[in-house]
């Protein structure tokens, strides 16, 4: 069965850093592109970044760039999401999808998206 598990989210202090992870299960990442994506109440879902195997790092928002990057552990298929320098605009529910083999920056073409994690910052 094919699941994708998002965690790590939680509230922060801004210029604080968050690591998230998405575990997948039921598919091997070799095979397929993992992006993470954030949705702010009241917006539409975002894309930010993705890795391949394929065509490897990529990063749609310019937003996160300097600030958050991903990475993928194989043995652990867990691909992760790290994030610093927080700022209070970076508060959303932050969510993992796959797509078969190479990324793109377009969200509707992903499938099996996990239930995502909310990242609040605040002081």
């Known amino acids: 069965q094919v699941q994708l598990v998002e965690s790590g989210g939680g509230l922060v202090q801004p210029g604080g850093s968050l690591r998230l992870s998405c575990a997948a299960s039921?598919?091997?990442?070799?095979?397929?592109?993992i992006g993470w994506f954030r949705q702010a109440p009241g917006k539409e879902r975002e894309a930010l970044l993705c890795?391949?195997?394929?065509?490897?790092?990529?990063n749609y928002a310019d937003s996160v760039k300097g600030r958050f990057t991903i990475s993928r552990d194989r043995g652990a298929n867990t691909v992760y999401l790290q994030m610093g320098n927080l700022k209070p605009e970076d508060t959303a529910v932050y969510s993992c999808?796959?797509?078969?083999?190479?990324?793109?920056?377009?969200?509707?073409?992903?499938?099996?998206w996990g239930q995502g994690t909310q990242v609040t910052v605040s002081s």
């Open positions: 039921g598919f091997s990442l070799d095979y397929y592109a």
């Open positions: 890795i391949s195997n394929y065509d490897g790092n990529k």
């Open positions: 999808a796959r797509l078969f083999h190479y990324c793109s920056p377009y969200v509707q073409r992903f499938t099996y």
